[in-house]
T-cell receptor, first 115, second 111 residues
């Protein structure tokens, strides 16, 4: 089954304790992206990757890191989480084909709470 | 970057047709227009995508006028299960992969 998986689905942590949220897709997609969603603010892009070893900042990259060493995986790293990073996080992937398609497949989400 | 504007919320009744319009005045020549549906605490789900004129699939239609500065998502005969937030998204590779979702339209379908 074609899917995007995220782990963990729920996480409660404390300020400053480094954490990684994993994202994996089995569709051989070139493009992967991370979003955060907060009440009243919609979906905001954190980082994206056009292909292996190619990453770039989205709209809200501060406090986050990513890496793309393999095509299927795109982990999101919070080196020193703070309470303002409490949010619902989504990973997505797509295969832009001719360079125009915006059809993204989203993961189930990771609800992160930083105390 | 193309910015989109949608109504914040809309109400409808079961069985009615719902039209949600998205404004994207500075859409680029090569940009496609994509619509997503999102239920609470779930990831967005792709509904439909188009470039110009009209596109129809099994769940919706997308109308795009000649100037492409707006688009309208049409949901025929909505049911309670269509209650969700609908997002319009414009652009992709023109922006190097950076994507900006608008605020979305919260559709409430009543019995």
């Amino acid at each position: 089954e074609a899917q995007v998986t995220q782990n963990p689905r729920y996480l409660i942590t404390v300020t400053g304790k480094k954490l990684t949220v994993t994202c994996s897709q089995n569709m051989n997609h070139e493009y992967m992206s991370w979003y955060r969603q907060d009440p009243g603010l919609g979906l905001r892009q954190i980082y994206y990757s056009m292909n292996v070893e190619v990453t770039d900042k989205g709209d809200v990259p501060e406090g986050y890191k990513v890496s793309r060493k393999e095509k299927r995986n795109f982990p999101l790293i919070l080196e020193s989480p703070s309470p303002n990073q409490t949010s619902l996080y989504f990973c997505a992937s797509s295969s832009p084909g001719g360079g125009r398609s915006n059809e993204q497949y989203f993961g189930p989400g990771t609800r992160l709470t930083v105390t | 970057l193309a910015k989109t504007t949608q109504p914040i919320s809309m109400d409808s009744y079961e069985g009615q047709e719902v039209n949600i319009t998205c404004s994207h005045n500075n859409i680029a020549t090569n940009d496609y227009i994509t619509w997503y549906q999102q239920f609470p605490s779930q990831g967005p789900r792709f509904i439909i995508q188009g470039y110009k004129t009209k596109v129809t699939n099994e769940v919706a239609s997308l109308f795009i006028p000649a100037d492409r500065k707006s688009s309208t998502l049409s949901l025929p005969r909505v049911s309670l299960s269509d209650t969700a937030v609908y997002y319009c998204l414009v652009g992709f590779y023109n922006q190097g992969g950076k994507l900006i979702f608008g605020q979305g339209t919260e559709l409430s379908v009543k019995p």
